[in-house]
Every structure is written in C-alpha cells, then in structure tokens.
C-alpha cells in the first residue's frame, strides 16, 4: 500500500498529463506529439547531437589504438516523425556498435524523449571503426578481470543518452509539416566491392579484400556482389526539403587503428552534403555491408580518404537530382516490427569463452572480442530479442535490419517487393556480430569464423524480413 501523501501526488500527477501505456510500456506524451495527433497532420522532427569520444576511449572493442585526437567529431543525426500513430524514431550513429543491452539503452532513451515505446525506435551504427563500439555487459566483463582496455567508459555513454533525449525533446516543438515524400538513387562509382572474391573450385574462401587492400592480385578482381546504388529518401513541406535520408553499403573506413577518431568518408561526404543545404537534415545509413568494403578502391592512405569521400558525395548528389515525388498523408504510413532470437553457435561455449577471457597470455583482441561472444549467449539465456522493423511510406518501405548482415539481405529484400523503393538500414543491434548469408556458412572466411549464430539465422532473418515487408 502507497502511503496516502504520495497516492495523492500520484493521482494529481496523473489528472495534469497525457498517459498513456502499450504492452506494459508507460510514456509521457508530449505537447508537440499531442499537437500533431489533434490536427490529423504528419510532421518531422529533425535532430542531432554530438557523440564525440572523450580521449583515451577505446575504439571498435578496445583492441585498437584509443582515440588520441580528434579529426572531426562524431554525431547522431535522425528524426522524429509524429501524427502517424504513437511518434517514430529514425537515428544512424557515427559509433561502430551498439549491442544487446547499448542497443536496448538507446532505443528506450530516444522512445521516452519521443513520446513513444522502444519498438518503435530504429538506432543504426555508420561503423566507422575509430570510434566506440558500445557493449554494457561486454564492459562488465572486461572491467571484472582489471588488467584489460576498457571496452566503453559508461559515463560517457550515459551522457549520450542525455543528450540524444535533450535533443529531441528540442527538436519536437520546432516539428514541420510533411506534405510529400520523394525518392531517387545514384550510382556510386568507385567504393564499393565485395570482401569474399577469391575462392577455390568449391567457392571456399581463400582471400579477403578488406576495407584496404595493396594485394595486385585481388584489386584486379571484378567488383563482385554488391548493391551500387546509394538511395534516397526525402521528406518535404511543399517544395521546402527538411530531411534526406540516404542508405548505401560498404564499410565505411578508408583508414583507421590510429588513435585518430573520425566519421570517416561516410561522415565526411554526409557533413559535406549538410554544408550544401544548411536547412535540410540529412542522414546516412550503413546497408547491409557485412562482405561489403572499399578493398578493391582503397590502398588505406591518408590521400584515399578525400576520393572516397569525393565519390561516395557524388552519389548522394546524384540520388537526389531526380527525385519522384508524391503526396502523402499520416494514413499512408503504417510501421511494421517482428522479433527474432537466432539460434547462437554450437561452438560457443561460456565457460570455455570466460577461460579464454581470463586467460592473461592472450592478445588483448583474444580476450576483449570473446567477451561480445559471452554477451550474446547471456542475452539468448534471458531470451532478449532482436527486433526489425519496416517504415512503409507511398511507394517505399525502409527495412531496419541487425548487425554485419551480407549484401544478399539487402539485394533480396528488394528483389520481394519489386514494385517498392526498398531502402536497408543494417548495423542495428550489433548482438549477433556478422550475419552471413547459410550459402556462405560452408564456404568460410573471416566473417563466417567470427558469426555468432548458426546458418539458421537466415531463415529467422528472412522470415522477420518477409513478415515487416508484406
């Protein structure tokens, strides 16, 4: 029983606000939310807010060089979209990752600043990799054997959520009206080109090229399995554009491990983008890039990095000089999730992983990276699941996808919907590490060696996608 002073400040509290609860979930709305609702209108809301690494912060795990200096700062970028239904929450992060309880953190922090529930949150990570790749339990891991790199300093993180709740909780007032949608792509030339290329007779992987390649031999290959184009997707008050959000995949590092934090060229080509429209937000999401890198174009010198960015810059230009427009209305959008727990490797084995962690002998990455190992299979024991989740717009459907999945996730998902412009998000929940497609499981290679999860992950993958798609 409440005492009688606090159940009546309760009931008070209660009489001055907008509650509201979904699945158990309890939310503030607020006034701009309740605006946009009452009027019947859809609305945008962009944000950002810096997530820049203090010095010293590990990078990508903490087996790489910590940041020593900072080249360009780090950001999250994303908007709000309010009167279709409870608020939805687009954010891509210049982090690496967020994993199992970050990427929960994160969406639930976003979701209550919203004014909506975390499923309605979709949080992606660019994957620079000089930068944090947020993990908590990973962290406590790490944190409990005292001799290894910190894998994420938490006060950092918690001021993040801080600011990225502040941020929109500034940006809803200020929410524009939506009056149409446009989309468009351009080729990409000169960035992309698949990891997996040299294989033996049976398709076994016998060489990767990486996010750098000086292997002849291997720059010489073809391209190989990738998706060119960068897309678009644009949202307008009349013919004044607030918002583009752009998806391309490749792995967006030119060069990195030097202590240097950077948004890379990825980051680059978006803030150069910004510069040329001050007054439209623009976004950019990693696709689906797992065997996807910038090896076959990319030699890791400095001198690289401004010609990826030059060219990544110039497809997202040219994404954008043809856009088909149309009309649209909050009763065109419908959000879509499902939840998938995938099935952890038959190799990983906790107690032999806390060995091998413990293990003082071993490399920093030998005993920092098996702690993401040991992260999943506690968050698989606790059966916390990973959700997808598809915006469907007149004419577009953006798919929100985990993780390091392969191109093919991507490439597939628009093959199912050929008469929709299909744009893919990956690098979500960073949980399961890399998610190969179950063709390549047999084949090897480093992504396959490094996958948490059996070949099973696609058909739960797949079937999660057909579900938010239909």
């Not at 439209?280 to 696709?287: N, Q």
């Not at 998902?413 to 399961?432: H, L, W």
Request: charged letters at 20%.
């Amino acid at each position: 029983m409440l005492p009688e002073p606090f159940d009546v400040a309760r009931r008070d509290f209660l009489k001055r606000t907008v509650l509201t609860t979904v699945a158990g979930w309890s939310l503030l709305i607020p006034e701009a939310v309740q605006a946009a609702e009452a009027t019947g209108g859809l609305r945008i809301a962009p944000f950002k807010f810096d997530v820049t690494p203090p010095m010293g912060h590990s990078c990508c795990g903490g087996w790489i060089k910590p940041i020593e200096v900072v080249d360009d700062g780090l950001e999250a970028v994303g908007v709000v979209l309010l009167g279709a239904g409870q608020p939805i929450v687009l954010c891509a992060v210049d982090w690496t990752g967020l994993l199992n309880e970050a990427h929960v953190q994160w969406r639930t922090a976003l979701a209550k600043a919203a004014g909506t529930t975390p499923d309605r949150v979709a949080v992606h990570c660019v994957h620079q990799h000089n930068a944090p790749m947020a993990c908590l339990e990973a962290e406590r891991i790490v944190a409990a054997e005292g001799d290894l790199p910190h894998i994420l300093m938490v006060d950092f993180f918690s001021r993040c959520l801080d600011a990225g709740r502040a941020a929109i909780e500034q940006a809803l007032p200020q929410a524009r009206p939506v009056t149409h949608i446009g989309w468009g792509q351009g080729k990409v030339v000169g960035v992309a080109s698949n990891r997996r290329v040299k294989r033996d007779h049976n398709g076994k992987v016998l060489a990767m090229r990486g996010s750098a390649c000086t292997d002849e031999t291997l720059i010489a290959m073809d391209e190989g399995l990738i998706d060119p184009y960068c897309k678009t997707v644009a949202f307008f008050d009349g013919d004044k554009k607030i918002a583009s959000l752009h998806y391309y995949a490749t792995h967006p590092m030119s060069y990195y491990a030097d202590g240097r934090c950077s948004s890379d060229f990825a980051g680059l080509a978006r803030k150069q983008r910004q510069q040329d429209e001050p007054d439209c937000l623009h976004v950019y999401f990693t696709g689906c890039s797992g065997n996807v890198a910038a090896g076959k174009y990319n030699d890791g010198s400095k001198a690289a990095r401004p010609i990826l960015t030059k060219r990544l810059y110039d497809g997202i230009v040219a994404s954008e000089a043809r856009l088909t427009r149309v009309a649209v209305s909050a009763n065109s959008i419908a959000w879509k999730t499902a939840e998938i727990l995938p099935p952890p490797r038959s190799s990983l084995h906790a107690e032999m992983i806390a060995e091998q962690i413990a293990n003082k002998s071993n490399a920093v990455v030998a005993r920092n990276r098996p702690a993401y190992m040991l992260s999943w299979l506690r968050r698989i024991e606790k059966r916390i699941p990973i959700v997808l989740s598809s915006l469907h717009l007149s004419g577009v459907k953006l798919l929100h996808l985990p993780a390091e999945s392969f191109v093919e996730y991507q490439l597939r998902a628009q093959r199912s919907q050929p008469d929709q412009f299909v744009c893919t998000a990956a690098y979500g929940d960073g949980g399961p590490w890399y998610i190969p497609v179950k063709e390549e499981y047999p084949n090897g290679g480093y992504e396959v060696s490094v996958a948490f999860c059996e070949p099973e992950i696609d058909d739960v993958l797949t079937a999660g996608m057909k579900q938010i798609l239909s």
